[in-house]
């Protein structure tokens, strides 16, 4: 194993006891990136020199004798929706291709605070609208475990930059899935916080209802610790949640007894795969070992989820991306008649088809005549999904389901049928409907491949999902294990 296979705890205790320095964690990461960035393609933009110099700076400052805090000196890789200033944030969209950003998002605010080193920006479907990265607007990212399969999306490229060892950790934006299913695709941790836990301020809006940022990482006692530094109060987004920060390692125990863990029965019924059944099967096994109580449950309103998502989502994102006209961002057609033909043909030629899906479809949905019948009742649905979440959340501490129906698909493999790739995130986007925090672990492998599970909490219990999620990884092992590459 290199430096870059680590996790950043590990580093961090080397950096600290003067075995390594950043600059050579740094150096690391980018070899790897030399060596095989040209077979996954987990990054739009790098920014090598950039985050050398950084990393250089913490080490002078450790030198000073300077007390820094845990991700100082640790690359990180961000993905292409989260506004960094002076660095290129495309969304995966000829339409933001050359948008330079102003200012920074608050999350990349935080993570200059504790003096991470940031190494580029990662590769996604064009505007988190996919499950695959095959929507990206500039080329598909391909899975380190196999490099004919998909890495997930639509933080596609974040998962298989930190599978691969092409950073130590990432941030990616979850919608309806899209930090913990490419997570499970790609061996990682990924967890989707609580809407409101971390500020929205600066990801590029897709459903802002639905939209959350949070962390990808080698394993959960880094997912602990990228929490604590993004997490928390932020003025600048309305949906911030007040509060306390919390330092979320005090969770990372291996006690689970008496830990009262949910299985909707939803979530393991047709169009599961065998092997991902098992996987779950085995995660319970292994769970009540430890000392947890597992008992079936219900969420009655499981098969309106998808719908209801595919209604509210783009609805929220025909609304957000009216903003792309070509006047003030990005892109804008030269050859235009006129502002009307300027508006038509930049739009046109700035997005994707599945970014137009989207918006045609929500555009629809709102339209008059149409809201009440689909937006107003997808709202109402969006309810009863949430309260289905509550009652089985008053009974038991966490849910545990299966993250993703099946182990990464080939490229091209459904790229023509998308409500086969919509069916890829069934198991996560309810999740967003109700405002919940959820993780997804590795939670075995099947022919070879990565397999997520996923614990759903109550709202801001982040703690409790890292607490089984540490139990269970300290019993199983699976988050030390990396892809061969290849090589
Ligand atoms: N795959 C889902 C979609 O296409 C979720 C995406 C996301 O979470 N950003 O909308």
């Known amino acids: ?49 950039n985050a050398l110099e950084q990393a250089r700076r913490v080490d002078r400052r450790l030198r000073e004798g300077a007390d820094l805090p845990p991700l100082a000196g640790i690359p990180v890789a961000v993905k292409d929706n989260i506004c960094t200033k002076g660095l290129r944030t495309t969304c995966a969209s000829k339409i933001l291709a050359d948008f330079i950003p102003p200012y920074n998002a608050t999350v990349i605010e935080r993570l200059a605070a504790v003096d991470a080193v940031i190494i580029g920006k990662t590769n996604m479907d064009e505007f988190a609208m996919g499950s695959s990265t095959e929507n990206s607007g500039f080329f598909p990212t391909r899975n380190p475990w196999d490099y004919s399969r998909v890495p997930g999306g639509s933080s596609g490229g974040s998962a298989a930059a930190v599978a691969a060892g092409e950073t130590i950790y990432a941030l990616g934006s ?78 990372l125990k291996e006690d689970i007894r008496g830990l009262r863990i949910g299985i909707p029965r939803e979530y393991l019924g047709e169009g599961l795969d065998d092997g991902v059944r098992r996987v779950v099967e085995k995660a319970c096994a292994v769970l009540e070992d430890a000392g947890a109580e597992i008992a079936e449950t219900s969420l009655p309103h499981s098969a309106y989820a998808l719908p209801t998502y595919y209604l509210i989502a783009p609805a929220e994102a025909s609304s957000n991306l009216a903003r792309y006209d070509g006047v003030r961002y990005g892109y804008r ?63 038991f501490d966490a849910l545990l389901s299966p993250t993703t129906p099946t182990p990464a698909f080939l490229l091209g493999e459904k790229i023509d049928d998308p409500l086969k790739m919509y069916l890829s995130d069934i198991f996560t986007l309810a999740i967003n409907l109700a405002g919940l925090p959820a993780i997804s672990i590795p939670g075995g492998f099947v022919d070879g491949l990565p397999v997520g599970v996923q614990f759903i909490g109550k709202p801001f219990a982040e703690g409790t999902l890292l607490r089984v999620a540490y139990a269970f990884e300290k019993r199983t092992g699976y988050t030390s294990r990396r892809p061969g590459l290849g090589r």
């Open 333 to 395: 057609a030269r050859d235009a008649k006129d502002v009307v033909d300027m508006f038509k043909k930049t739009r046109s030629r700035g997005f994707g088809a599945e970014v137009k899906r989207r918006i045609m479809l929500g555009t629809y949905a709102l339209s008059a005549g149409y809201y009440d019948a689909f937006y107003l009742k997808a709202l109402r649905v969006r309810t009863l999904i949430k309260r289905d979440f509550d009652e089985a959340l008053a009974t």
């Open 174 to 251: 979850d919608t309806g899935g899209s930090i913990r299913q490419p997570a499970a695709f790609c061996g990682v941790v990924g967890m989707k916080p609580t809407y409101g836990a971390v500020s929205r301020y600066g990801l590029v809006a897709f459903a802002s209802s639905l939209d959350q940022i949070g962390p990808l990482t080698k394993d959960v006692t880094d997912c602990a610790l990228v929490l604590n530094a993004i997490a928390g109060y932020d003025p600048r987004d309305s949906t911030s949640a007040p509060g306390e920060k919390t330092d979320y390692t005090r969770f």
């Open 1 to 49: 194993m290199e430096l870059c296979d680590l996790p950043a705890h590990q580093l961090s205790k080397l950096l600290r006891d003067r075995k390594v320095s950043a600059e050579e964690i740094c150096r690391s990461v980018l070899q790897r990136i030399d060596e095989i960035e040209e077979k996954t393609r987990a990054y739009i933009t790098l920014d090598g020199e």
